[in-house]
């Protein structure tokens, strides 16, 4: 009986494996740090040289080397602003750092095997963004508008991030990558009647390979891509307006609350494409997904804040405009395959593109559909079936307050990994961690309660095996 621990390193080890590009990213990654901490902290260098590494572990060791970057630019800012003295001293730390840089040269050279690439130390080296980028493109996906899309994927993170003050963050682009790297290792898995991707590529007659090279990846990759604009306005009104009434206890404000929206000029089109084929249930919420049946932005109303010595009381904003953010991802896709009239012309070639955005458009709705019956809509089917079981290494936003004054942002995990059996596709979630559940108020039946809603949208008909989710 196959079974098979789901975690990390699990996926890690899986991209790695098959991606060359993303190898090359992570062993750099790793070895760059390892190599910049041996002489001031050599009980971290130790530690980064142990060989697993989660997600959060690889984006957080990027983060720290753009920010050292950051703060050597701003110095060399500086420099610049004290004319010759500061050119004086700029080109003594050149030199000195061209004579550090000769030196693990000179050290590096004498290794039968270096395991680090000088030019990530000079900071010629690939971001997370570049490596997924390149595991696209080694997988033939060539649309240089979807390319840009996972590329750009980091900097959306990045985005919420700074934006929603804890509040809604949970890590996005490592959840589509895990995602990308489940589905891609399911799709190979013989269920008890051939492939679950000689299934799929039955129902849709979407070639095989097509489908776990190009348009499963893109769909796991960036399915949650429209979730930043989704909850933008919410976020950036919570974060931003809140600390401005804390700043101003004692001043009478009126706040105009910010507000976005996807313009409804000339989107019916590409609404088509996502529709087509679709239940009228499906169809009505996709529209209601970017609100389509609006004929104007709405304009939020003034809200006037009193002073009070007491503080101002917390802005709660409701936005008109609830975008899904499935919608927005379909669409974004859709887009980045170019013109309406470009994409009918290359229909068959793009066929693949477009079922994959129908699948995007459907996957946050927690409906009961008939697009959600396996025999229907596979990759729909597939995509909400991942999306629900990928819970491991997903962080909690968690305020522990460090000081009087201050309180500190962290997040914490409540699952690091997960057992999947294939004979019974069974798939065993463990909370064992004691110490988070505690600081979670963790309800062991709420959570039940709402992984049975989210499965219960699924209907896996004659052709899907019984699955168990414990």
């Known amino acids: 009986m196959p079974e098979y621990v789901i975690n990390d390193d699990w996926v890690l080890q899986r991209v790695t494996k098959e991606s060359s590009s993303f190898s090359e990213w992570a062993k750099n990654l790793v070895a760059t740090l390892t190599k910049v901490m041996e002489e001031k902290r050599p009980e971290i260098a130790q530690e980064l040289q142990k060989t697993k590494h989660d997600l959060p572990d690889m984006v957080q060791m990027e983060e720290s080397l753009k920010k050292a970057e950051k703060e050597l630019a701003g110095a060399n800012l500086k420099l610049d602003r004290l004319g010759s003295l500061g050119s004086y001293i700029t080109k003594l730390t050149t030199n000195i750092q061209s004579s550090v840089i000769s030196k693990i040269d000179k050290e590096l050279s004498g290794l039968d095997s270096p395991d680090i690439n000088i030019d990530f130390i000079r900071g010629k080296r690939k971001s997370l963004s570049s490596a997924l980028y390149d595991v696209a493109k080694e997988r033939g996906i060539d649309s240089e508008g979807i390319l840009y899309l996972i590329q750009s994927l980091p900097d959306l993170e990045s985005f919420l991030y700074s934006t929603s003050a804890g509040k809604y963050y949970r890590d996005h682009t490592e959840h589509q990558l895990r995602v990308a790297v489940l589905g891609d290792f399911l799709l190979e898995q013989d269920l008890g009647r051939g492939t679950l991707l000689n299934h799929i590529s039955d129902l849709t007659e979407i070639d095989k390979t097509l489908i776990k090279e190009k348009v499963w990846w893109v769909m796991g990759l960036i399915h949650d891509i429209g979730y930043p604009l989704q909850k933008m306005t919410t976020s950036i009104n919570y974060s931003l307006l809140n600390q401005i009434l804390k700043c101003y206890p004692m001043l009478d404000l009126d706040v105009a609350p910010f507000e976005i929206s996807i313009s409804s ?66 669409l974004s896709l859709l887009k980045s395959l170019g013109t309406p ?48 079981m990928q819970e491991w290494g997903r962080p909690i936003p968690l305020q522990i307050r460090d000081s009087y004054f201050t309180t500190e942002m962290k997040k914490i995990t409540l699952l690091d990994e997960v057992t999947l059996t294939i004979d019974e596709f069974q798939w065993l979630m463990e909370y064992k961690k004691m110490k988070a559940k505690e600081l979670t108020n963790f309800q062991f039946q709420y959570f039940c309660d709402s992984k049975n809603k989210a499965f219960g949208r699924l209907s896996r008909g004659k052709e899907f095996p019984k699955t168990r989710i414990v």
């Open 265 to 330: 000029k000339n989107i019916e089109p590409y609404l088509e494409f996502i529709t087509d084929g679709l239940s009228k249930e499906a169809q009505k919420l996709i529209k209601l997904g970017i609100r389509a049946n609006l004929d104007s932005m709405p304009i939020p109303s003034v809200q006037h804040f009193q002073s009070s010595d007491q503080g101002h009381s917390e802005f709660k904003f409701s936005s008109e405009v609830e975008l899904d953010h499935g919608v927005v991802g379909a």
């Open 341 to 388: 009239e470009e994409i009918k012309e290359n229909r068959d070639e793009l066929e693949g593109y477009i079922k994959a955005a129908q699948a995007i458009a459907l996957h946050n709705f927690k409906d009961h559909l008939s697009d959600y019956i396996f025999e229907n809509n596979p990759l729909a089917f597939l995509l909400v079936l991942i999306d629900e």
